[in-house]
T-cell receptor, first 106, second 110 residues
Framework: GIQVEQSPPDLILQEGANSTLRCNFS?????LQWFHQNPWGQLINLFY???GTKQNGRLSATTVATERYSLLYISSSQTTDSGVYFC????????FGAGTTVTVRA | KAGVTQTPRYLIKTRGQQVTLSCSPI?????VSWYQQTPGQGLQFLFE???????NKGNFPGRFSGRQFSNSRSEMNVSTLELGDSALYLC?????????FGPGTRLTVT
C-alpha cells in the first residue's frame, strides 16, 4: 500500500506564528486529504488536494503530485488550531500518516 | 445535508464478547469505509463497502467483519473481543472524491 510520512511529529507555536506541515507519499495518488482531529476524535476535513494549491482562511495547502509531497500552511496561528493534523492518501482506501501534533500557546 | 453518524459513541465490553457498531453515511453516498485508530498503530483501514459488497479489505483478522445494507447504512462486528481491540473506530462515507468521517465509536475492552 501507499506509505505516508508526516513531519514534524510535534510542533509548538506561539500564537500568531506561521508554520508548515509536510506530507510525503510513496506513490502517485488520486486522492490526498488533510484532516484536523478534534479533541473528541472526529476527523474534520480541511482540504481535498490531489494536486495544486487551495486556501481556506488562514489555512492553505499545496500538493506537488509529480514529487509526491503535500504541504499544509497555518498562518497567524490561534490556540484553536491546536490538535493533530493528518495527511491521508489513496482512493477508496486511505493510508494515513502518523500525524503532526500542533500546540499553539497564548 | 446531515453528516456521517455513528452509534453508539462509547462502549465498554469484556474480553470474549462481541460487539456491533453502526454507521449511517451522508445521504447519496454509496461507499462506506471503516478505520481503527489506536495510539500504537495509528489510523488503519479495516474495510470498504460499496453497494452492499465488500470492495476492499485491510489487514485485520477474520474476527472483524462488516456488512452494508441497501440504504447504504453499514455495520461492523468484532467477535471474541481482545484487550487490543480497544480503539476509536471511525466510519467514513465517500461521494465522488473525498471521504467524510463520523464522530467515531470509542470501544473499551476490559
Amino acid at each position: 500500500g501507499i506509505q505516508v510520512e508526516q513531519s514534524p511529529p510535534d510542533l509548538i507555536l506561539q500564537e500568531g506564528a506561521n508554520s508548515t506541515l509536510r506530507c510525503n507519499f510513496s506513490d502517485s495518488v488520486n486522492n490526498l486529504q488533510w484532516f484536523h482531529q478534534n479533541p473528541w476524535g472526529q476527523l474534520i476535513n480541511l482540504f481535498y488536494i490531489p494536486s495544486g494549491t487551495k486556501q481556506n482562511g488562514r489555512l492553505s495547502a499545496t500538493t506537488v503530485a509529480t514529487e509526491r509531497y503535500s504541504l499544509l500552511y497555518i498562518s497567524s496561528s490561534q490556540t484553536t488550531d491546536s490538535g493533530v493534523y493528518f495527511c491521508a492518501a489513496g482512493d477508496y482506501k486511505l493510508s494515513f500518516g502518523a500525524g503532526t501534533t500542533v500546540t499553539v500557546r497564548a | 445535508k446531515a453528516g456521517v453518524t455513528q452509534t453508539p459513541r462509547y462502549l465498554i465490553k469484556t474480553r470474549g464478547q462481541q460487539v456491533t457498531l453502526s454507521c449511517s453515511p451522508i445521504s447519496g453516498h454509496r461507499s462506506v469505509s471503516w478505520y481503527q485508530q489506536t495510539p500504537g498503530q495509528g489510523l488503519q483501514f479495516l474495510f470498504e463497502y460499496f453497494s452492499e459488497t465488500q470492495r476492499n479489505k485491510g489487514n485485520f483478522p477474520g474476527r472483524f467483519s462488516g456488512r452494508q445494507f441497501s440504504n447504504s447504512r453499514s455495520e461492523m462486528n468484532v467477535s471474541t473481543l481482545e484487550l487490543g481491540d480497544s480503539a476509536l473506530y471511525l466510519c467514513a462515507s465517500r461521494g465522488e472524491t473525498e471521504q467524510y468521517f463520523g464522530p467515531g465509536t470509542r470501544l473499551t475492552v476490559t
